[in-house]
C-alpha cells in the first residue's frame, strides 16, 4: 500500500502542464475535443492517455473531471469485485460521477456504472451490449467516442495521426486504430466488446467470438487472477487487447509490440504497487495504459491532479517517442507506462529530455516485457489481493506464484494475436526492439521502482518464459495457444513441484524445438535474443519480454533471497512461480493457510462471475460457438491456474479438507497429465490441437464445477472411487509435491510404505535425507488414503526427527496431523506427544489462555503420564522462573522434551543469570552456574567425566562472556561471576 | 393440546399485530420489548405461537392492512422466528429471528431519537441466547455449532448502529457486554479488543454516562481480559469497580465478580476475610489464603491440585499459582521471627540449611540448591532484602524492612 501511495504521489507531481503541452505539440486537438467527452467518460487508465488528449482539447483543468468519471466507471465495476478497492474507488466514483454525465451527455445512461449502458449508437449497441452488462465504464464511454467520433477518427484513425495524439491516444489509438486499419466500424466495436468483456467479464464472450479470442483468454486470465485484481486484470487484458490490436491491426508491429511491452512495463511498476492494495492491480493493467489506470485511482483517491500529471508524463513520453520512433501512436503508449513508473522521477518536468528517457527506459521494458508484461500484470493483480491479507513476505511469494499460472494463460493469447496477424509484426518488431534501450531501461526503471518493480519482475523465470512463449509461437490459431497454454501451466506446475524447474532447460525442453539457445540464462543478452527469435517465430513480443525480465529478475531475486532461504538458490535463473512457491510452503504453512482461506472465497465468487458473464454471453452470441469454447477454454484455464495454484499451497498443509482439494486437484489434472504426454507433438500437428482442446475444456468443466459448487461439494464426492492403489515397489523415493493426479506407478502400496519407515528409521543418512524420504511416504499415504497405525507411525517418527534437529515447522505440520489422527481413535504415543504440544504451548506461545486451555485439557489419564508430568512440571519451573528445577528437567527429560526445551535454555539461563546478578553478593563461582545452568553436561545426561566438566565450564565462561558477565579470579584461582558488577 | 379456534388464533395475531404498531406509533418501548422477549416464555407469546402454528397464513394478515404491511420484513419473519421456537426447532428459529433483527436495526435506523433501545437490548439479549441454545441443538445433532458466531458478528453490526454519535450511543455499552459474553463463551476473547478500543477511545462520551449495569459488566468482563494479561492492578482496579457500583443484593454477580477479584488481590498481598469467602461461598479460596498466612507451601500445593480443573476453567489458576513466592516469602520471614526470639543480633542471617529444614518438615522434598535458588528469586523479585553468600550459603537479610510488603503492588516479574 505504501508503494503504491508513493506511486500515486509521485505521479501526481507531474505537471499537467505537461500534458498540456502535449497537446500543444499534437494538432489532433481537434479530434481529441470530439474525443474528449467519449474518452473523457469511458475508462480510467488507458484513457488516462485519452484524458490526455480529450483534456488538452477540452480544458487543463477537466482532465480531473474525467478522470473522477473514469474512475467511477472504473470503481463500480470494482467495488463489485473488490471491497477494499471499492472504498476508495467510491468516493472517486462519485466526483467521477457528477463530472462525467455532462460530458457524457447522450451518454449519460453509461456513467452509470451498473452495467445496463444503453448506447444510442446503433452500429455499436451490439458491441455495447456486451459492454453494457458489464459496467466498464469507461469503455462504454470509449465506445461511444468511437461512435460519435467515428467519423473524425477515421482520418485520424492513421497512426501517425494516432501518435499525434500522443501517448495518451496510444490507447486510443489502439481503439482507433482498430478503425483505420480495419473497417472502422466493425473493428473498433469487436475490439470494444473485447474491453467491455474484460472489464465484465462476462463479456469474454463476446470478445471471443468477435475476432479476438486470444483476448478473450487474456481477459480471462485476468479474471481468473482474483476478484480483488479482477478489476485491473481487467485493464490488463484491456491493455493486451489493445497491444494486440496495435500488433494486428498496425502494421507497424513493433511500435505496438512497443507499446505493449511499456504497457507490461508499467504494470510492473504499478504491479509493485499494486502488491499491497488493490489499486496496484489498476495500474498494472493500465500498463499499457496500466500507468493512466493506476493515475486515475490514486488521484482518486488523494487528488485529482495526479491524474492529470501522469498524463502529462504519458504526453511527454509520447513526444520522446515520437522523435525516437515513427509511430507515434506507439510511443504513447510506452509514455504512458513510463509515466506510473517514471512518475516519480520524471514527474512533471515538460522537459522533452527527461521524457525521453522515460520513455526509452519504458520501451526498453516494453518490448521485453510486452506479452509477460500482460502475464505479469494478471499475476500482479493477483498477488495483491493475496498479499493484503497475508505478510508482506509471503505476499511476494504468493504474488509470484499467482503469476505462474496466469503467465502462461497471457502468454498464449498474446501468441494467437501475433500469430494471426504476425507476419506484419515480425518486420515492425525487431526495428522497435531495437530502438528501445533495453538495459537502459529496465535498470531506470528498477531504481525509480524500487523493490517493489523488481519483485515483480523477478517473478517470472526468464528461460520458463521464454520456454512458454516458444510454446506458444508454435500455436497457430487460437485453440492452440489454449491448450498450449494448459500444457505449459502443467508443465511448469510439474516442474515446480519436481523442483525441476530451476534445473531444468528450458530453451532445451522438448515441446519446443526452437533452437534459441540463446534465450536460456541471459540476463543482458536479451535484445539480440529476442530479434532473432522474433525474426524467426514473428512473435518477438514474447520473447523480449523474458530477456527484458532477466535483469529485473535478478534484483528480484536477491530480494526474495532475503526473504527466503529458497530465493536464494533459484536466484541465478530459477523460475519466479518456483521460487515463490516454495518458500511459502516450507517458510509459511501458516501464511499460506490465511491465504487459501482468502482464495477460496475469491475462487468462488469468480467462478460465479464467470459463470454468469458466460451465460449473458453466449445468448447474446448467436455464432459464437466457437468462440464461446474458447472464452469457456481461456476462464476455465484461468481457473484451472488459480486452482493449481491452491492446490500447491496446500499441498503443504496436512488438514484433511486440504488433502482432500488435494485429491480434486489431482483428479483434475489426470486429464491434464494425458494432454501433457501429448504436448510434445502438440506443435508439430494442428489436427491434434482440437482434441486437446476438447479434453481441456472437459478437464476444465470438471475443475469448474468442482469450483463453482463451491468447497462445500468436494464432500459430495465419491473419494473412495477416486483413491489410488499404488504399485511401486520402490522402498526409496524422493518426494515431488504432485502437481498432477498421482499415477499408481509411481505410489507405494502400504507394505512398501512400511519398509520405507524402517529404512528411513534405521538409516544413517542426514535430517534433509530423512525428511524428504518420510515426506514422500506421507504423500503416498494421503493419496492411497491410508489412515491408520502406519499413518501415525510416520507422522510419530517425522515428528521426532523434525524435534532432534529443531525444525519446528515441520514438526508442527506433524503435530497437528497426529492430533486429528489420535482424535480419530488411532493409537499411538499420544502421551508424547501431548507432552511435546504442552511444551510447544510453554516456550514459544506466550499466551496464557493457550495455555490455560490445553492444560485443562489434559485428561487425569494423561497428567500420570510421566513425559506429561514432567512437561508441566517445566510448566511450574518456566513460570515460576525456577532455574534450578528447569535444568535438572531438562537432564532428565524423557523422549524429546529435551529437544523442545533445548529453544528455551538460552532464555532461562540469561534469566537465571540476571536474577543471580542481582541476588548474590559478593561473587559467585563460575562452576556453581555452569552446574546450575546445565552447562557441565548438556544434553547428554549423567556423562560428565571430568574433560566435559572443564568443557561446560569453559562454555560457561564463553556464555557467560558474551551475554555481558564480569568475571573474576579470586585468590583460589577460581574463576566468579562479579555479580555486583554484572 | 388445545388448539384455539381460527377466530381465536386471529385474534391473539391481529391483537400482537395491533400492540406492535401501537407501540411503535406511542414509543412505547418496554411493551415493544415485551413482544421481542422470547426467552421470557410469556404466556401471550406462548398463545400467540400456537396461535401462529394454528392459522398458517399469518402474513395474509399483515398484509392486509396498510398499518401491518409497512412492517411486514419485521413482523414475517418475527412471526416464523417465534413459530419455530414453539416447535423446538431452534435453529430455524435462530434464522429467522436474524432475519428479523436485522429488519428492526434498519428500522431502528431511521428512528432519529434513541426511544427503542429497551426494545434493542430485548433483541440482543434473545439473539445471543437462541444462538446459544441453537448451537446446544446444532452439536447434539453433531453438527458443528456456529450460530454463537453469527450473532457475535449481527451484534457487531448493532455495535456500528449504536456506536456512532448521538443519543444512541448509549446503548452501545450493551451490546458490548453482550458480545462479551458471546466471545468469552466462544474463546475467542481476542475479539473483544476492539469493541474495547472503540469504547475507551471515545471523547465525546463519557464512560460514567452509560447506565450502571453496562458499566459494571463492561468492567468486569475487561477485568478478566487483564487477569488473563496477568496486569493486576488494572484487573484490580476494573474488578473493584464492578464490584462497589454493582447491585449489592445481586449476590451471584458479586461472587462472580470476587471469583477473580480476589485472586488479584491475593497476588497484590491483599487478603480476604474468612467470612467474605464463606458468605459468597468462595471457599476453594480459603486453603489459598490459610496457605498465604501461614506460609504453608504445602497446603496451597494441595488446594491448588484439588481445584485445579475448577482454578484452570476459570483461568486464575496461573495466578494462584505465582502466590509459591508469597509463601516462600512468609515462611522465612517466619523463620526470621524465631530466629530473632531466639538470638536478636544473628537474626537477619538466615542459614540455607534452616530454610531447607523448615521445608522438609513441610513435606517439601527440596535440596540446597533449589531452595538456594528460590532464595535468589525472591531476592531478586524483590519479596526479600538482602543478599545471598555462596560460599557459606547463607541469606543475608536487610536490617531494616527485610520483608517488605507487597501493598498492593504485584511481585515484580
Not at chain 2, 311 to 329: A, H, M, P
Request: charged share 20%; with cysteine.
Amino acid at each position: 500500500m505504501m508503494n503504491q501511495a508513493t506511486n500515486t504521489q509521485t505521479l501526481a507531481s507531474v505537471d499537467p502542464n505537461a500534458v498540456e503541452n502535449r497537446y500543444v505539440v499534437n494538432a489532433n486537438q481537434g479530434q481529441t475535443s470530439l474525443y474528449v467527452p467519449s474518452t473523457t467518460g469511458s475508462e480510467a487508465a488507458s484513457w488516462n492517455m485519452y484524458r490526455v488528449e480529450n483534456h488538452p482539447a477540452e480544458s487543463g483543468s477537466f482532465s480531473n473531471s474525467t478522470y473522477h468519471h473514469v474512475q467511477h466507471s472504473e470503481p463500480s465495476s470494482r467495488t463489485v469485485q473488490d471491497g477494499s478497492n471499492a472504498t476508495s474507488l467510491a468516493t472517486s466514483s462519485s466526483l467521477g460521477a457528477a463530472n462525467t454525465q455532462p460530458d457524457y451527455g447522450g451518454y449519460t445512461s453509461y456513467s452509470n456504472s451498473a452495467g445496463t449502458y444503453s448506447h444510442g449508437s446503433a452500429g455499436y449497441q451490439g458491441y455495447y451490449s456486451g459492454y453494457q452488462q458489464q459496467p466498464n465504464p469507461s469503455y462504454s464511454q470509449p465506445v461511444g467516442a468511437y461512435q460519435n467520433t467515428g467519423a473524425p477518427y477515421q482520418p485520424i484513425s492513421s497512426f501517425q495521426n494516432t501518435g499525434s495524439y500522443a501517448g495518451p491516444t496510444s490507447y486510443s489509438s489502439t481503439y482507433y486504430n482498430p478503425g483505420d486499419y480495419q473497417t472502422a466500424g466493425g473493428y473498433p466495436s469487436s475490439s470494444y466488446t473485447h474491453q467491455t468483456t474484460t472489464w465484465n467479464g462476462s463479456n469474454y464472450a463476446n470478445y471471443t467470438t468477435q475476432q479476438y479470442s486470444n483476448y478473450t483468454q487474456d481477459s480471462s486470465g485476468a479474471y481468473a487472477a482474483g476478484n480483488a485484481g479482477a478489476n485491473s486484470l481487467h485493464y490488463q487484458q484491456h491493455y493486451k487487447q489493445w497491444a494486440d490490436y496495435y500488433n494486428q491491426t498496425e502494421v507497424s508491429c513493433a511500435p505496438g509490440t512497443e507499446n505493449l511491452s511499456v504497457v507490461s512495463t508499467s504494470t510492473q511498476l504499478p504491479q509493485v504497487s499494486q502488491v499491497p492494495g488493490v489499486s496496484g492491480g489498476y495500474p498494472t493493467s493500465n500498463s499499457q495504459a496500466p500507468t493512466t489506470f493506476a493515475p486515475p485511482w490514486r488521484p482518486e483517491s488523494s487528488s485529482s491532479q495526479t491524474p492529470l500529471l501522469q498524463p502529462g508524463a504519458t504526453v511527454t513520453g509520447a513526444y520522446d517517442s515520437y522523435r525516437t520512433h515513427g509511430a507515434p501512436s506507439f510511443q504513447n503508449q510506452h509514455p504512458s507506462p513510463v509515466q506510473p513508473h517514471f512518475v516519480k522521477p520524471l514527474e512533471s518536468k515538460s522537459s522533452y529530455g527527461n521524457f525521453q528517457e522515460q520513455q526509452k527506459t519504458a520501451c526498453p521494458q516494453l518490448p521485453n516485457l510486452q506479452y509477460p508484461v500482460a502475464q505479469q500484470a494478471p499475476q500482479n493483480y493477483q498477488p495483491p489481493t493475496q498479499t493484503v491479507q497475508s505478510l508482506e513476505t509471503q505476499r511476494v511469494s504468493k504474488l509470484q506464484i499467482q503469476t505462474n499460472p496466469r503467465i502462461a494463460s497471457n502468454l498464449p493469447l498474446g501468441l494467437p494475436k501475433l500469430d494471426k496477424e504476425g507476419p506484419n509484426n515480425n518486420a515492425i518488431a525487431k526495428p522497435a526492439y531495437i530502438s528501445v534501450s533495453l538495459p537502459k531501461s529496465s535498470e531506470k526503471v528498477l531504481s525509480n521502482d524500487a523493490a517493489d518493480t523488481v519483485l515483480k519482475a523477478g517473478v517470472f523465470p526468464k528461460s520458463l518464459k521464454s520456454y512458454v512463449q516458444r510454446a506458444l509461437a508454435l500455436c497457430k490459431d487460437e485453440k492452440q495457444s489454449a491448450a498450449c497454454q494448459e500444457i505449459m501451466k502443467e508443465i511448469i506446475t510439474k516442474a515446480t513441484s519436481d523442483g525441476t524447474i530451476h534445473t531444468r532447460d528450458w530453451d532445451a525442453e522438448p515441446l519446443f524445438p526452437i533452437p534459441n539457445t540463446d534465450m536460456t540464462d541471459k540476463n543482458n543478452s536479451q535484445n539480440p535474443t529476442p530479434v532473432s527469435l522474433f525474426s524467426k517465430y514473428k512473435k518477438s513480443p514474447t520473447r523480449r519480454t523474458k530477456s527484458r525480465w532477466e535483469p529485473l529478475e535478478e534484483k528480484s531475486v536477491d530480494k526474495l533471497g532475503s526473504l527466503n532461504n529458497y530465493a536464494a538458490k533459484y536466484s541465478s535463473r530459477v523460475p519466479l512461480d518456483e521460487k515463490d512457491r516454495k518458500p511459502i510452503g516450507a517458510s509459511s504453512e501458516g501464511k499460506t493457510d490465511v491465504m487459501k482461506k482468502i482464495r477460496f472465497p475469491q475462487m468462488e465468487q469468480k467462478s460465479a462471475s464467470k459463470t454468469i458473464q458466460r451465460q449473458a454471453k453466449r445468448q447474446r452470441l448467436a455464432d459464437a460457438s466457437a468462440a464461446d469454447n474458447g472464452d469457456a477454454s481461456s476462464d476455465s484455464d484461468k481457473e484451472q491456474n488459480l486452482t493449481a495454484y491452491y492446490s500447491g499451497a496446500i499441498a503443504l498443509a496436512n488438514t484433511p479438507e486440504e488433502r482432500k482439494r488435494r485429491e480434486n486437484r489431482s483428479k483434475r489434472f489426470e486429464k491434464v497429465q494425458g494432454n501433457r504426454a501429448e504436448s510434445n507433438h502438440f506443435k508439430a500437428k494442428n489436427a491434434g490441437t482440437g482434441n486437446l482442446y476438447a479434453r481441456r475444456t472437459t478437464a476444465l468443466v470438471l475443475s469448474k464445477s468442482f469450483e463453482d459448487g463451491g468447497n462445500r461439494a468436494v464432500e459430495d464426492i465419491d473419494w473412495d472411487a477416486l483413491t489410488v492403489r499404488g504399485t511401486c515397489q520402490e522402498i526409496e523415493k524422493r518426494y515431488l509435491r504432485l502437481t498432477s493426479a498421482p499415477d499408481p506407478s509411481t505410489v507405494r502400496p502400504e507394505e512398501v510404505l512400511e519398509k520405507a519407515l524402517l529404512m528411513v528409521q534405521n538409516s544413517q543418512k542426514n535430517y534433509l535425507y530423512k525428511c524428504d524420504q518420510l515426506k514422500s511416504i506421507r504423500q503416498d499415504l494421503t493419496v492411497q488414503r491410508i489412515r491408520n497405525h502406519l499413518t501415525v507411525k510416520v507422522y510419530e517418527a517425522h515428528a521426532r526427527f523434525a524435534l532432534e534437529v529443531g525444525d519446528l515447522p515441520e514438526y508442527n505440520q506433524c503435530q497437528s496431523q497426529l492430533k486429528i489422527l489420535y482424535a480419530e481413535g488411532i493409537k499411538g504415543c499420544h502421551m508424547e506427544f501431548a507432552a511435546y504440544n504442552l511444551l510447544c504451548v510453554i516456550m514459544h506461545s506466550n499466551n496464557n489462555r493457550d495455555l490455560l486451555s490445553s492444560m485443562s485439557r489434559l485428561s487425569a489419564e494423561a497428567k500420570k503420564d510421566q513425559a506429561v508430568q514432567h512437561a508441566l512440571a517445566v510448566r511450574a519451573a518456566v513460570t515460576s522462573g525456577n532455574y534450578v528445577l528447569f535444568f535438572r528437567l531438562y537432564k532428565t527429560a524423557p523422549n524429546l522434551n529435551s529437544c523442545l526445551m533445548d529453544l528455551y535454555v538460552e532464555k532461562m539461563r540469561y534469566k537465571a543469570v540476571s536474577c543471580m546478578s542481582r541476588s548474590y553478593r559478593p561473587q559467585v563461582p563460575v562452576s556453581y552456574i555452569a552446574q546450575v545452568l546445565g552447562f557441565s553436561n548438556g544434553v547428554l545426561t549423567n556423562e560428565g567425566s571430568d574433560e566435559k566438566e572443564s568443557d561446560g565450564l569453559e562454555d560457561c565462561v564463553d556464555w557467560l562472556k558474551a551475554h555481558g558477565a564480569c568475571l573474576v579470579v579470586d585468590s583460589n584461582g577460581e574463576m566468579q561471576l562479579d555479580a555486583k558488577v554484572s | 393440546m388445545a388448539y384455539p379456534s381460527m377466530g381465536e388464533a386471529h385474534r391473539r395475531i391481529t391483537d400482537y399485530l395491533n400492540k406492535f404498531c401501537d407501540a411503535v406509533s406511542y414509543q412505547d418501548v418496554a411493551s415493544l420489548a415485551q413482544l421481542f422477549s422470547f426467552s421470557s416464555n410469556s404466556p401471550s407469546l406462548l398463545s400467540l405461537a400456537d396461535a401462529l402454528n394454528f392459522f398458517q397464513d399469518a402474513n395474509r394478515l399483515i398484509k392486509q392492512s396498510d398499518k401491518f404491511s409497512q412492517f411486514g420484513e419485521i413482523l414475517a419473519p418475527l412471526f416464523r422466528s417465534l413459530q419455530s421456537y414453539r416447535l423446538g426447532n431452534l435453529v430455524e428459529a435462530y434464522h429467522a429471528f436474524e432475519k428479523f433483527a436485522n429488519a428492526f436495526i434498519q428500522e431502528f435506523r431511521n428512528w432519529e431519537s434513541a426511544w427503542a433501545l429497551e426494545a434493542l437490548y430485548a433483541i440482543a439479549y434473545e439473539i445471543r441466547v437462541l444462538a446459544e441454545r441453537a448451537d446446544r441443538e446444532l452439536s447434539s445433532n453433531g453438527k458443528s455449532p456456529e450460530k454463537l458466531k453469527g450473532a457475535g458478528s449481527f451484534l457487531m453490526k448493532v455495535f456500528g448502529v449504536l456506536a456512532g454519535k448521538g443519543p444512541k450511543r448509549v446503548g452501545a455499552l450493551y451490546v458490548t457486554c453482550q458480545l462479551f459474553k458471546i466471545y468469552f463463551k466462544l474463546g475467542t476473547v481476542h475479539l473483544c479488543r476492539s469493541v474495547i478500543r472503540s469504547i475507551e477511545t471515545a471523547r465525546i462520551f463519557d464512560f460514567e454516562e452509560f447506565p450502571r449495569r453496562d458499566k459494571v459488566t463492561y468492567m468486569y468482563y475487561t477485568g478478566r481480559l487483564e487477569v488473563f494479561n496477568e496486569n493486576f492492578p488494572a484487573a484490580d482496579h476494573k474488578l473493584s469497580y464492578a464490584l462497589t457500583h454493582c447491585n449489592p443484593l445481586r449476590e451471584a454477580n458479586i461472587r462472580m465478580i470476587l471469583k477473580y477479584l480476589i485472586p488479584v488481590k491475593l497476588s497484590l498481598g491483599i487478603l480476604p476475610k474468612t467470612c467474605l469467602l464463606e458468605k459468597y461461598n468462595l471457599l476453594e479460596y480459603n486453603d489459598v489464603v490459610k496457605a498465604l498466612k501461614r506460609g504453608d507451601l504445602r497446603l496451597l500445593r494441595h488446594a491448588l491440585q484439588e481445584h485445579e480443573d475448577q482454578f484452570l476453567r476459570s483461568g486464575v489458576y496461573l495466578v494462584l499459582e505465582k502466590l509459591e513466592l508469597q509463601v516462600y516469602q512468609r515462611l522465612v520471614k517466619k523463620i526470621y521471627f524465631i530466629q530473632k526470639q531466639k538470638d536478636p543480633s544473628k537474626a537477619h542471617q538466615l542459614k540455607l540449611e534452616v530454610i531447607v529444614k523448615a521445608l522438609k518438615w513441610l513435606e517439601m522434598d527440596m535440596d540446597l540448591d533449589e531452595v538456594e535458588c528460590i532464595m535468589t528469586i525472591l531476592i531478586y523479585k524483590n519479596l526479600v532484602k538482602g543478599y545471598f553468600a555462596h560460599k557459606s550459603k547463607v541469606v543475608v537479610l536487610s536490617k531494616q524492612d527485610p520483608f517488605p510488603k507487597l501493598n498492593g503492588k504485584p511481585v515484580n516479574s
